[in-house]
């Protein structure tokens, strides 16, 4: 019983917020995380009322670009996020998506389908401070833009017109 207590004690509290409460169940795999305690999930129109009367350690977002875009308390919720570390699941994790989680506080920002291993040590990285993203996957050779050594680029401080970066050897060869 001891030992029931001193886990509660030190468990991660997490409230979940999802854009319906059917999408509730994405979170059942992580009742099973030890050092996690998980909330009743909430609505995003209730958020702030959760979190000033249930005290969650971190929040995690399921609803991931419509959240972003969506809300009608954004300062409100800029205050909260200062305050309380969040983790956003989205569908897309791009860089765009990235950067308008970081404008609302949000910085660490997970695809939907990230594993449940790797969605508690995100939680619990996020509450420890971290910034936490999955790396992309590298580029295939096709989807890599090539860039031809075009004189006119090079001389231009080694930047191509769409402000690629020119490596130091094909800049250096026209210079």
Do not use: C, W
Not at 50 to 62: K, L
């Amino acid at each position: 019983m001891a030992e029931d207590h001193n886990a509660a004690a030190t468990s991660i509290v997490v409230l979940p917020v999802v854009d319906s409460m059917l999408h509730a169940g994405r979170f059942l795999p992580l009742r099973a995380a030890r050092e996690l305690r998980l909330l009743a999930a909430t609505l995003p129109s209730t958020l702030v009322f959760r979190v000033q009367s249930d005290h969650p350690d971190v929040i995690v977002i399921a609803e991931g670009e419509a959240f972003l875009v969506g809300s009608s308390q954004r300062s409100a919720l800029r205050e909260i996020f200062s305050d309380v570390p969040a983790v956003l699941l989205a569908a897309q994790a791009n860089t765009a998506i990235v950067r308008n989680a970081a404008r609302m506080k949000i910085y660490s920002v997970l695809p939907m389908g990230a594993t449940s291993h790797q969605l508690v040590t995100a939680i619990a990285a996020t509450v420890a401070g971290f910034a936490v993203t999955l790396p992309r996957p590298r580029a295939e050779p096709a989807d890599i833009m090539r860039i031809a050594e075009d004189p006119d680029r090079t001389r231009s401080g080694g930047f191509a017109a769409d402000g690629a970066r020119l490596s130091k050897q094909a800049a250096g060869r026209t210079a």
